[in-house]
C-alpha cells in the first residue's frame, strides 16, 4: 500500500473511464493507494472536462473528492508565485497549469506522483531533483529530444 501519493490527471481520467487504454493500470495501482491522494484544482479541472468529453459523469470525481478520497494540497493564491516560477522555467514543453501546481505539490510535499504525462521526466523539484514518478511501464522511458 502506498501513502502520500501526488495525482495526475490522466490516471484520475483513466480510472474513471473504462474505455481510457490505461484504465486497467489505473485501477490497480489506485487499489495500492491509501487514502486521501493529493491532488490540485487544475487537475479536478481537467479531469471533469475531458471525463464529460468521453460520456462519463464527472460528478463522479466531485464524489470522491467529498468523500475524502482525494484532498487538495496546494494553494494556487497561496503559491502563486512559485507556480508562475515553473511555469516560466518550463516555458518551452509548455507546462499546463496543472502540471506546474503538481510540481510544487512535489516540492512541498513527500511522496510518488502519479501520471501518464512524459514531460513529468523533464520537470524537477527545486530546479534540479528528478521526480519520484509512478507510471505504466511503455512510458518510463524520458521522451525523444
Not at 88 to 109: F, K
Request: charged share 20%; glycine share 6%; with cysteine.
Amino acid at each position: 500500500m502506498q501513502r502520500g501519493v501526488l495525482l495526475d490527471t490522466g490516471p484520475l481520467v483513466a480510472y474513471f473511464c473504462p474505455t481510457d487504454r490505461f484504465h486497467a493500470w489505473a485501477v490497480s495501482q489506485f487499489a495500492s493507494f491509501i487514502a486521501p491522494v493529493t491532488t490540485c484544482e487544475p487537475v479536478l479541472a481537467e479531469s471533469c472536462f475531458l471525463l464529460a468529453r468521453a460520456g462519463v459523469s464527472p460528478t463522479r470525481v466531485l464524489n470522491k473528492l467529498a468523500q475524502g478520497v482525494f484532498r487538495i494540497g496546494v494553494g494556487i493564491e497561496r503559491d502563486a508565485a512559485a507556480i508562475a516560477a515553473l511555469m516560466q522555467r518550463y516555458a518551452d514543453l509548455p507546462m499546463t497549469l496543472a502540471d506546474a501546481c503538481m510540481v510544487r505539490l512535489a516540492e512541498t510535499q513527500p511522496g510518488p506522483l502519479c501520471t501518464l504525462d512524459r514531460d513529468f521526466h523533464v520537470y524537477r523539484r527545486q530546479g534540479r531533483h528528478p521526480l519520484d514518478l509512478i507510471m505504466p511501464d511503455d512510458l518510463t522511458l524520458p521522451p525523444s529530444s
